[in-house]
């Protein structure tokens, strides 16, 4: 069932690969939200049974009101639902191999062709009761709803919606009520065969913007500066009919006496940087199209009079990046936890020499997303609870972390930050769009010349 409806889907939605010269080809409006909508239906017929099977749970609960929408419900709703409609109440009941999902919206329409309403407000005017209905018929063992208290995406029941659920079902019901934080989870962070077919062609968007950016298109060293190119960024997204989830950064190491700050990095940047010749350029940049999302960090060199290619001591320095990459993807593997997955990576890593940080996550639906914690830059030591998550197939991260390096040349330490979005299922681990391997130059030097 499922290669059938990802054929059907990938008859529809195939994007074409192309060079960077040629034009990005990003789908109309329109394109845009049937291809949504045929992923969400293929999710929830075909992937979502058996997260809800795997945790032990029948029935799924998800309820919000309009304009403070749970996370979660957004990744429900069909792509002409820009929010909830007043009070929007969705319901998955699980009625085993042989029937399925069953998708039931207690709300005034049906959501999408997902979810059909099963609420006359004109027979039953109360809402709430109508859900008590609707389960008492079931008779569910589990009813979860989104609640957490360490994965905020998972955690978004407010307060109101849960005490007047709880108080229209049964005492009976009432006592099936349970977490769905880890078949939130499961429905956040696995990525289907359709996804990942149409994955690529967005994560090489965000590449060729990062390539176009750095390049003296866009910089001329000395008049340039950082911010300039971020708002570029920025343009340039708007420009191509897409967003961002996140401003860019754009940061310099040169070779000065100022030391390499995470906080500086991403929060404290001086605002008018110029770009000058013989800087490392850095960049942390992300998009979102048909709600998927990338996050990627690469770097560039603005060549000096006379060069042709990167300095040896940052191809070195850069080299160590590759290598720590190729450490930690490597001990990837299903069921280790992700604390488990960074100790042993940071060990190797500095066993061989290299000054690892690792601070890796899960990438899709949101940018930062739920699942498996692999480090944070503050948490090297491991990441309580959301670190001892265990990996599972079929889910994406962004591989983002940083080596450190002495640059005798520079007399000082410099950092390789780097992140690619990478796909973990039963082969391993492998970038969904390659990953950079060697440092840009500004400008491009053909190979013929070097």
């Not at 799924?60 to 996370?71: Q, T």
């Not at 792509?79 to 069953?102: H, N, P, S, Y």
């Not at 069921?335 to 690892?356: C, D, F, H, W, Y």
Request: charged letters at 25%; glycine letters at 6%; a negative charge.
């Amino acid at each position: 069932m499922k290669t059938l409806l990802t054929l059907a889907l990938l008859a529809f939605a195939v994007l074409p690969t192309y060079s960077q010269a040629s034009s990005t080809h990003i789908l109309s409006m329109k394109d845009r939200a049937e291809t949504i909508d045929r992923l969400l239906e293929d999710k929830i017929q075909n992937y979502l049974p058996e997260i809800m099977r795997r945790e032990g749970v029948d029935m799924w609960v998800v309820m919000s009101r309009e304009y403070n929408e749970d996370p979660v419900i957004k990744t429900l709703l069909p792509a002409t639902w820009l929010a909830a409609r007043r009070r929007t109440i969705l319901i998955m009941f699980d009625r085993g191999e042989k029937e399925g999902i069953e998708s039931i919206a207690v709300a005034r329409y049906d959501v999408g062709s997902s979810f059909k309403s099963s609420w006359n407000p004109e027979e039953q005017p109360d809402q709430w009761a109508r859900v008590a209905e609707i389960i008492r018929e079931r008779n569910p063992k589990k009813i979860a709803v989104n609640k957490s208290k360490h994965f905020g995406i998972t955690d978004g029941v407010v307060a109101t919606d849960l005490e007047e659920f709880t108080a229209a079902l049964d005492k009976k019901d009432q006592a099936k009520i349970t977490s769905a934080e880890k078949v939130a989870i499961g429905w956040l962070e696995t990525r289907t065969e359709a996804e990942m077919a149409i994955y690529p062609h967005i994560v090489r968007i965000s590449h060729m913007i990062i390539q176009e950016a750095f390049s003296d298109k866009v910089i001329t060293p000395g008049v340039t500066t950082t911010e300039d190119v971020v708002w570029w960024m920025r343009d340039k997204v708007i420009e191509l009919g897409l967003q961002t989830w996140f401003h860019p950064t754009i940061d310099v190491q040169r070779a000065d006496p100022e030391s390499f700050d995470h906080l500086r990095t991403f929060s404290k940047r001086p605002e008018k940087n110029v770009i000058l010749p013989g800087d490392l350029l850095h960049c942390d940049f992300g998009i979102t199209y048909l709600r998927l999302n990338t996050d990627q960090q690469q770097h560039a060199y603005v060549l000096r009079p006379g060069e042709n290619e990167v300095p040896s001591y940052l191809k070195a320095a850069f080299k160590n990046g590759n290598r720590l990459q190729d450490i930690f993807t490597n001990n990837f593997k299903e069921g280790r936890t992700g604390n488990e997955v960074l100790k042993m990576s940071r060990e190797q890593a500095i066993a061989e020499g290299i000054k690892p940080s690792i601070y890796t996550h899960p990438i899709g639906y949101h940018g930062h997303a739920s699942g498996t914690t692999l480090g944070m830059w503050d948490s090297q030591g491991g990441v309580p609870v959301t670190g001892d998550y265990p990996l599972h197939l079929n889910t994406a991260y962004s591989i983002e972390l940083n080596a450190a390096t002495f640059i005798q040349e520079w007399k000082k330490e410099i950092r390789i930050m780097l992140e690619e979005e990478a796909f973990f299922d039963k082969s391993g681990i492998w970038y969904i769009d390659g990953r950079q391997n060697e440092i840009m130059t500004i400008p491009r030097i053909p190979a013929r010349s070097k």
